[in-house]
């Protein structure tokens, strides 16, 4: 017999399961097979095909879902689209009303979501009981203040339309939080798919929904495979589409998207660090390590899964958290006194095996507790793999499971170096008791949410997203409505596009941006601008690199007619050697120690200033430049020339007036939305405007920190290479702003392909639109293109202002709590 002496010296847990009945009920009301949920209704699909749904922790089958097929898909759009057309119009105050009774009904059946969320998903109850359940009424709440405030907060915007969200398996509840709140809240509707792994509590959460009162057709639910997810992201009726997931099918989706019009924000995957300094409370950050890679069995994108801590505490450090592993409880997700669940399906499971042992390979020594595992179920033990290189596979790929790898550093500017060396850029915490040491390493690593003396906090009141192939756009926030609503002034794009394979290509990446150089022009487009008697004298600009004019690598010219047919100058035709230049020279400033993002916006402001009072001072020249080559009237160049002067002084005004703000989150603490610059930015600018489009593309990228490589106007260059000598005059440092003139499309096609480029804006034809988009996927840069649309430059709502400051930057959100 157990003596109560016996239960103090063990201490054992007893268990403490929560009840399954209330889920099982549901899921026998419903026969224990779902359809669609189309219109605020229970529909059969089309094929009668079903996928069954298991309990990872324990086996047993949940219920079976339907898979879509192509008229289910069309049948749920149809439904988003017609409502659109009322959801749309209805005011934000009645949307905020909705919301309202959405969060209070999510609450009322709290309970039975966090039960049936931990039954398909294998996390613990504890979790979602407290975590992600109380996040789906938070954000359904936060985003009912947004709907209520978009008429006077957002009175330039309006909704995007049908948006098509596709979410994954490790957060299926917060995920859909993340994306249904934010598009209804602006006025959107929305086809979302689950992830085939965990597919129930969306559809419990569309009861949810209806029995909130929702307009039918607002919210659709699709369940089916990633097949149908293709079908909605390729569906022409579909206006956004909003994906988390894995990066590969990131870029599949991106490609799938290229050219057509469609908003695209992406969420996907990490490996975030966790930085350890020698001065950290070591128990404190022992116990943040836990939250950060052990929280849902560590299958959480911004997982920090990989520590870096300071060389001289690593040994105490790494000795105290394998006494902590040795504490975790592992088992079933409904015992409320486990710390990890189950992994969601045996096929995860075999991808976080072969991780481990490929550490091991690798060199690595792989500790796991000599902790029990339930019999039977889908668990896997807390694992931390040591003595890794920091270029092992291990190191630097997403395992998505409970298992940390560990590094060292010796100085603060290794441990960034260490944290910064990833192809993604999620999240990441840093452990400090020193504050100056914590936020300036907190803003020097690459990633979207930076956590101080904490992980994986989240709130609907702070934006989550990428840096890198991380992806990008930011959900949560203010900064998430962007993402669900365009300026007023613009259509959906709908670019004129020839498709010859149903939207999918438009021909062969290899023609595209190919380019012969230049042969001398003919005979009958001999010099225009020259005196009589007089040849004039040859003046032909260079390419402007790292602050130098320096010649073409390729030693090739091209000739720039006017208007009347005449040659009026010669500029050099760049190639990817020029580019290549162009780009190193935008690192080096960039990255330079007190570097132009490290500068503050008066200082850019200054600069700006300067370069709009040389401008003007210039400007009967420039206007002469911009009859001469495209032959308008005198006063409209002029007019453009004005207009340069003005956008130049909006962005010296901007440079200091867009750092970030405040986010009111739910942290006892600080959170700074931080509006970090891009980095390099590649820009092919318009025909139309020559000088105007070039400023104000330019003007609000360096306003706020980034460097460009600016690719002017094939056509009418000559207002840009003109521009050097303003720049020269201004104190732009070299390489802030570099200029290589030639073929717009061969010149962009190397901008898009290179790796050290983070941003390309675009601003030539709906084919080239398309190709940019598309190759972009291979390192999922950030894009903005204009698909071959018009945009009137001298229209300031359409010439400037936040759109420009969007694309100019990205957001990073520090978590700062505060007390002892
Ligand atoms: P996927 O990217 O494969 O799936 C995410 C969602 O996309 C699911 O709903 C999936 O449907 C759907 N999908 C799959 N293929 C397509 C397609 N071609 N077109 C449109 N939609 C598609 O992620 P998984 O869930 O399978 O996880 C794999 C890896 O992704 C993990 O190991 C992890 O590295 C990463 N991941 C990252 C997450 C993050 O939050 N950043 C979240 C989850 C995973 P279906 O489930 O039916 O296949």
Redesign the pocket.
């Given at each position: 017999m157990t003596t109560l002496l016996d239960l103090f010296k063990t201490m054992e847990y007893g268990p403490a399961p929560e009840s399954p009945s209330a889920v099982n009920a549901w899921l026998e009301e419903h026969g224990r097979k779902f359809g669609q949920f189309i219109n605020n209704e229970w529909v059969t699909p089309k094929a009668a095909k079903y996928y069954s749904s298991y309990n990872p922790s324990t086996g047993e089958l949940l219920a079976e879902t339907a898979q879509a097929e192509k008229k289910d898909v069309d049948a749920a759009i149809a439904a988003a689209r017609t409502a659109f057309g009322t959801w749309s119009e209805t005011p934000g105050v009645v949307r905020a009303r909705y919301m309202y009774a959405i969060a209070r009904n999510i609450q009322k059946h709290h309970r039975l979501l966090a039960v049936l969320e931990s039954m398909d998903n294998g996390k613990p109850i504890r979790e979602s009981r407290d975590v992600d359940v109380p996040l789906l009424a938070r954000h359904f709440y936060y985003y009912a203040g947004w709907a209520q405030l978009m008429e006077t907060e957002l009175r330039d915007y309006q909704p995007v339309g049908v948006i098509g969200q596709?979410?994954?398996?490790?957060?299926p509840l917060m995920?859909l939080a993340w994306k249904i709140a934010p598009a209804i809240a602006m006025g959107n509707t929305v086809v979302l798919?689950?992830?085939?792994?965990t597919r129930l509590s969306a559809l419990l959460f569309a009861e949810v929904v209806a029995e909130a009162g929702l307009p039918p057709g607002v919210v659709n639910i699709i369940t089916?495979?990633?097949?149908?997810?293709?079908m909605?992201?390729t569906h022409p009726d579909v206006d956004k589409i909003a994906?988390?997931?894995?990066?590969?099918?990131?870029r599949?989706?991106r490609q799938?998207t290229a050219g057509s019009g469609k908003k695209l924000s992406l969420?996907?995957?990490?490996k975030s660090p966790v930085v350890v300094f020698e001065d950290a409370d070591l128990d404190a950050a022992v116990e943040g390590v836990v939250d950060a890679i052990w929280f849902n069995q560590g299958?959480?994108?911004?997982a920090g899964s990989r520590l870096i801590v300071q060389e001289n505490v690593a040994p105490r450090f790494i000795q105290k958290l394998k006494t902590r592993m040795g504490h975790l409880r592992v088992g079933d997700s409904l015992d409320k006194s486990i710390d990890m669940g189950a992994i969601v399906d045996k096929s995860?499971w075999d991808?976080i095996e072969h991780w481990v042992k490929m550490g091991e390979k690798e060199g690595g020594k792989v500790f796991q507790p000599d902790i029990p595992l339930p019999a039977k179920g889908l668990f896997y033990k807390p694992t931390l793999i040591t003595d890794l290189d920091p270029a092992a596979s291990t190191v630097q790929e997403?395992?998505?499971g409970p298992v940390l790898v560990s590094l060292t550093f010796r100085t603060p500017e290794e441990a960034i170096a260490l944290a910064n060396n990833t192809r993604y850029g999620?999240g990441g915490s840093v452990w400090s008791d020193n504050i100056n040491l914590a936020l300036d390493a907190a803003s020097k690593i690459k990633a979207g949410a930076m956590w101080v003396n904490c992980h994986n906090v989240f709130d609907a009141a702070g934006g989550f997203g990428g840096y890198r192939e991380?992806?990008f756009g930011r959900e949560g926030g203010r900064e998430g409505l962007f993402e669900y609503i365009r300026p007023k002034w613009m259509e959906r794009p709908r670019p004129d596009l020839v498709t010859g394979d149903g939207g999918r290509g438009t021909g062969d990446a290899n023609a595209w941006g190919e380019h012969t150089p230049s042969r001398p022009a003919r005979p009958e487009a001999g010099r225009g601008n020259g005196r009589v008697g007089l040849p004039p004298v040859d003046r032909t600009p260079k390419m402007y690199v790292g602050g130098k004019q320096v010649r073409p690598d390729g030693a090739y010219t091209l000739a720039v007619i006017g208007a009347k047919g005449k040659i009026v100058g010669q500029v050099g035709d760049g190639n990817r050697k020029d580019i290549r230049n162009a780009v190193e020279a935008a690192h080096a400033v960039i990255e330079a120690r007190q570097g132009w993002a490290m500068r503050h916006g008066y200082n850019r402001s200054q600069i700006l200033y300067f370069i709009a009072e040389n401008l003007d001072a210039r400007n009967a020249e420039f206007a002469t430049r911009i009859c001469e080559m495209t032959g308008c009237t005198k006063k409209s160049a002029q007019a453009e020339v004005d207009a340069a002067v003005e956008r130049l002084f909006t962005y010296a005004a901007w440079a200091d007036k867009y750092g970030g703000n405040i986010q009111e989150t739910t942290l006892r603490g600080i959170t700074v939305a931080v509006n970090e610059p891009v980095g390099v930015i590649g820009i092919a600018c318009p025909d139309e405007y020559p000088l105007l489009g070039f400023v104000s593309l330019m003007a609000p990228a360096i306003a706020r920190g980034n460097t460009v490589v600016m690719i002017p106007s094939q056509r009418f260059p000559l207002s840009a290479t003109d521009f050097y000598q303003v720049l020269d005059t201004s104190d732009v440092p070299g390489g802030v702003v570099n200029i290589v003139t030639g073929d717009r499309d061969h010149l962009t096609k190397t901008l898009v392909q290179h790796e050290d480029v983070d941003a390309v804006w675009y601003f030539g034809s709906a084919e080239g639109s398309y190709w940019v988009e598309y190759e972009s996927a291979a390192n999922m840069k950030r894009t903005w293109v204009g698909y071959g649309l018009p945009r009137d430059w001298m229209d300031r709502e359409q010439g400037e202002g936040h759109e420009f400051l969007h694309e100019a930057t990205q957001v990073k959100n520090i978590w700062v709590p505060t007390g002892e």
């Open positions: 596709i979410i994954p398996w490790n957060f995920m798919k689950p992830a085939s792994y089916g495979s990633g097949k149908a997810g293709e909605i992201v994906f988390t997931g894995s990066t590969e099918i990131g599949t989706l799938l969420e996907l995957g990490g299958q959480v994108c911004c995860q991808t997403e395992i998505f999620l991380s992806g």
